[in-house]
C-alpha cells in the first residue's frame, strides 16, 4: 500500500512542479536510500533484476533510490536528469500473474536508469511490460502479487500510468494529480494498449467499448476497499485541490503526514488506514509507511526532501541533491532485523515508542520536529546555488543533527507512560520478535 501525487508548475506558489510519495510496506522491511552511478555496458550484456534477467541497456544514468533491501527495484526513484518515478500496487478482478517476471519496482528503476523525459520513461515500461510481463510475489514475509500504476514526472510533464497484466492506459496529468492502491483512470486516457479494452470485453468485464471505464471494470472489489486506496486517494486529491497555485514543499509533505481522524490513535481499529500508515493487529493493518520523499523539480537542480525512515509524523525530511547523493552516507544498508548502525532501524526506537502513547508522546517533540524540518527546507533553498561540496555538507549536517535530535526526542517520548492495547500491543510483540527489538 502507498500513496503518490505530483503538482505541476501550474498547481504550485513558485511554478516548480513537486512529486511526493509514502512507500507503504512491512514494518520490518528495510529500506535504504541507495546511490548508483552512471555506467556503461558492452554489447548483449544482461541485468539481473530482482526475479529475471533482461538485456541491459548500453548506458544507464545515475539514480538515487528509495529501495527495500531484498529486490533489484525501488519504490521511489530521481535520476540525474531529474526524473522522478513512484509505483502504486493496483489489485484488477484479473488476477496479478504468480510466476517470476518483473515486479513493478523493477519497472521503475529500469525506466530511471533509461530514460530522461517523462515520456521516454512512460514508453520504456510499456516497452518492457508488452516484452516481459509483471509477475511474482511482492511482498516480504508474506505472498502478494498485483498489477502497478506509476506517476512519472519532471519539471515540466507528467504522466499516470496504470497497467493490468501487459495491458495498459496513460494519460498525462495538467494540475496536481494523485494515485493509490486503486485505479484511477477511467475513461479518460490519453493513450492505450491495443487489447486493454477487448480483455475487458473478453472477460465480462464491460458491455461495450463505448461503455468501458477501467476504474470500474479493472478493478476488484476485497483489495480495492479494504486497502482504502480510494478513501486515502481522495485525501491526497482533496487536499492537492485546496490548496492549488499555493503548493509547495512544506506542504506535500504535510499531506504525506495525513491522519484523517483528529485525536488519532495507531492503536485504534484493525481497519484504519491512512496516509500516514501504522502497523497495527490483523491482516488489513500488515504495512506501515516506511519510506518518504518529496521532490521540488527545479529545472536545473532538483531539491530531494527524504526521510530514510519510517513513518512520517515522526520523521523529518532531509534534503539531497542528485551531484551530492554519491557521498551521502548513511551507515550500513537496512535488512529485515534490528541495526542500530543503520538509520532506518535507529528510527524505528523512537518510532515505535511514539505509538504506545502516540497522542501523548508525538507532542514532547512535534513542535521541534517542524522547527528542525523547517530549518533544512530553508537551508536547501538557501544553497540551491552553492557549490557542490558546500551542498553536500549541508545535507550531511542535516542528517547528522537530525539523528542527534531524534536521540533525544526518545528520552523525552520514555518519560511519558506507555499506554497499551491488548491487539496492537500482541501485533508489534511479534513484529518486534521478528526484528530482534525486544
Not at 548508483?36 to 538485456?55: G, L, M, Q, S
Not at 484479473?94 to 530511471?112: E, H, Q, V
Not at 542527534?404 to 526526542?409: D, L, N, S, Y
Amino acid at each position: 500500500m502507498c500513496d503518490t501525487f505530483v503538482a505541476t508548475k501550474s498547481a504550485t506558489a513558485s511554478g516548480v512542479a513537486i512529486f511526493a510519495k509514502n512507500s507503504d510496506r512491512h514494518p520490518n522491511e528495510g529500506q535504504a536510500l541507495k546511490y548508483f552511478p552512471a555506467a556503461d555496458y558492452a554489447e548483449n550484456a544482461r541485468v539481473k533484476c530482482t526475479y529475471i534477467e533482461i538485456p541491459q541497456a548500453p548506458h544507464t544514468h545515475a539514480i538515487l533510490l528509495s529501495k527495500p533491501f531484498w529486490m533489484w527495484g525501488a519504490e521511489i526513484g530521481v535520476n540525474e536528469h531529474g526524473l522522478v518515478i513512484g509505483n502504486e500496487a493496483v489489485f484488477s478482478k484479473i488476477p496479478a500473474n504468480k510466476n517470476p517476471a518483473l515486479i513493478g519496482m523493477d519497472l521503475l528503476r529500469a525506466a530511471l536508469e533509461r530514460a530522461i523525459t517523462p515520456r521516454e520513461a512512460l514508453q520504456v515500461i510499456i516497452d518492457l511490460l508488452e516484452e516481459f510481463g509483471q509477475g511474482g510475489n511482492c511482498g516480504y514475509d508474506k505472498e502478494l502479487y498485483y498489477h502497478n500504476s506509476f506517476i512519472i514526472a519532471n519539471h515540466e510533464d507528467a504522466w499516470v500510468l496504470e497497467t493490468v497484466g501487459k495491458q495498459w492506459a496513460a494519460r498525462q496529468i495538467k494540475t496536481a494529480y494523485s494515485i493509490s492502491n486503486c485505479f484511477t483512470l477511467g475513461a479518460q486516457y490519453d493513450m492505450a494498449s491495443e487489447n486493454l479494452v477487448q480483455l475487458a470485453k473478453q472477460k465480462g468485464l464491460t458491455k461495450s467499448a463505448s461503455a468501458f471505464d477501467l476504474a470500474k471494470d479493472y478493478s476488484d472489489f476485497v483489495f480495492t476497499t479494504f486497502g482504502k486506496g480510494r478513501i486515502r486517494r481522495e485525501t491526497t486529491f482533496r487536499q492537492m485541490e485546496e490548496q492549488k497555485g499555493n503548493l509547495a514543499a512544506e506542504s506535500m509533505m504535510a499531506i504525506l503526514r495525513s491522519h484523517k481522524a483528529p485525536n488519532f490513535d495507531p492503536q485504534n481499529g484493525i481497519t484504519e488506514l491512512d496516509v500516514c500508515m501504522h502497523s497495527g493487529f490483523g491482516p488489513i493493518r500488515g504495512d506501515q509507511s516506511t519510506a518518504s520523499m518529496v521532490v521540488y523539480m527545479d529545472k536545473d537542480n532538483p531539491i530531494i526532501f527524504a526521510t530514510a525512515t519510517s513513518a512520517p509524523c515522526t520523521s523529518i525530511f532531509k534534503p539531497i541533491w542528485m551531484d551530492t547523493a554519491r557521498q551521502l552516507d548513511l551507515g550500513v544498508d537496512p535488512a529485515g532485523e534490528y541495526d542500530p548502525a543503520s538509520i532506518f532501524w535507529s528510527h524505528e526506537k523512537l518510532h515505535r515508542a511514539t505509538t504506545l502513547n502516540y497522542a501523548e508522546r508525538i507532542k514532547t517533540y512535534a513542535a521541534d520536529r517542524d522547527e528542525l524540518e523547517k530549518k533544512f527546507i530553508q537551508g536547501a533553498f538557501d544553497l540551491q546555488n552553492a557549490p557542490v561540496k558546500e551542498r553536500a555538507d549541508f545535507t550531511a549536517q542535516c542528517f547528522r543533527e537530525a539523528a542527534q535530535a531524534e536521540a533525544e526526542w526518545l528520552k523525552r517520548v520514555e518519560k511519558v507512560p506507555a499506554r497499551k492495547k491488548f491487539l496492537y500491543s500482541m501485533a508489534w510483540k511479534k513484529f518486534n520478535h521478528r526484528a530482534g527489538m525486544e
